[in-house]
């Protein structure tokens, strides 16, 4: 129906169909004035090329992928929208594949995107990316990990500083007097959870308090079990990213706790929705929109000259209303 409906152009605008096409893929090639008319006749004739059409004819598109694991997460929601503006800018159209943890979906997201003739691919992953798997695949040689960091990899990565996120988590509940801190991890098996395990247990004084694991707000609900069933509770929590730290609160609510007053909570992602949680979450702000912006330009730094560039981003503290002094 593309190629039919390229030729009625053709024959009604009174040109060659390459030049039809080249008006649409290439415009820059075409002379103004014929450009002018190909449209206005399309638009009349309610002519659209396809993008995939285009894709398949030049061996080459501007289809990007983000290959995430779980869209109701809002941090892979956010990491989407700033991603869909950085490659707008860039004239790439983003793809949103969504894979729910399952390695074989991710494998047939890459065949896709390679069939597709995607330029690269972003792949934020939940669980620890297998480098040697990726690189199987054609298009793993043109794939930007976000959230993983493997200096010996061909694999260019972009990830936050989680220690040093989990150090401003500390140095803000130590300069409000916590010294007994617990700790909910993310899920096992990630890059970042294991960096910011790793980061508590070096820096908590005393005997570690791991209440729980895990990366979603069940998680917070068994840590808030936990917590309540203590005798010498901690006096602030960290947590392992946003989604436990709501979790955390919202559980220790319904069992009677005030947050700041009876405990204070750390979150870790700096997600929009902590800005309107109640209390406000005082978190570790990971720049999402610069980790997206950075995996475009990363991805086409290596299809300019075969770079793996391996960038780590800086936190932020942001202070806010679920952290407090402890009871004296």
């Not at 004739?45 to 285009?54: I, K, R």
């Not at 934020?124 to 960091?149: E, K, N």
């Not at 694991?213 to 998680?219: P, Y």
């Not at 870790?268 to 720049?287: C, E, K």
């Amino acid at each position: 129906m593309a190629d039919l409906s390229i030729d009625v152009v053709a024959k009604e605008a009174g040109v060659h169909r390459s030049t039809v096409s080249r008006a649409f893929s290439r415009p820059e090639a075409v002379k103004a004035e014929t450009r002018e008319h190909i449209m206005r006749v399309a638009e009349k004739l309610g002519y659209t090329m396809s993008p995939l059409a285009q894709a398949l004819r030049r061996k080459t598109s501007t289809f990007v992928p983000l290959i995430v694991p779980d869209i109701t997460n809002p941090f892979f929601a956010e990491l989407a929208k700033t991603m869909t503006e950085a490659a707008g800018e860039r004239g790439y159209q983003l793809m949103l594949c969504v894979t729910n943890g399952d390695e074989v979906q991710t494998a047939g997201y890459l065949t896709a995107m390679q069939s597709l003739y995607a330029p690269f691919g972003i792949i934020a992953p939940s669980t620890r990316v297998d480098i040697d798997a990726l690189m199987q695949f054609d298009f793993g040689q043109r794939l930007v990990v976000i959230d993983r960091v493997d200096h010996q990899a061909g694999v260019p990565t972009v990830t936050v500083d989680s220690r040093r996120g989990i150090e401003l988590a500390f140095e803000h509940l130590r300069s409000l007097g916590h010294r007994r801190i617990g700790y909910v991890s993310g899920i096992s098996g990630t890059h970042t959870a294991q960096d910011r395990m790793d980061a508590y247990h070096d820096l908590a004084e005393g005997e570690p308090i791991v209440l729980d694991s895990g990366a979603d707000t069940e998680a917070g609900e068994r840590a808030a079990a936990h917590f309540a069933a203590m005798a010498d509770r901690p006096t602030a929590i960290i947590a392992a990213n946003d989604m436990v730290a709501f979790g955390v609160i919202s559980a220790l609510a319904s069992r009677g706790f005030r947050v700041p007053e009876d405990v204070s909570v750390v979150g870790f992602d700096g997600l929009a929705l902590g800005a309107r949680f109640n209390p406000a979450l005082t978190t570790v702000r990971q720049p999402i929109a610069d980790m997206g912006s950075i995996a475009i330009e990363l991805a086409e730094k290596k299809a300019a000259d075969g770079s793996a560039g391996h960038i780590v981003l800086q936190p932020e503290l942001l202070v806010r209303a679920s952290t407090a002094g402890p009871r004296t």
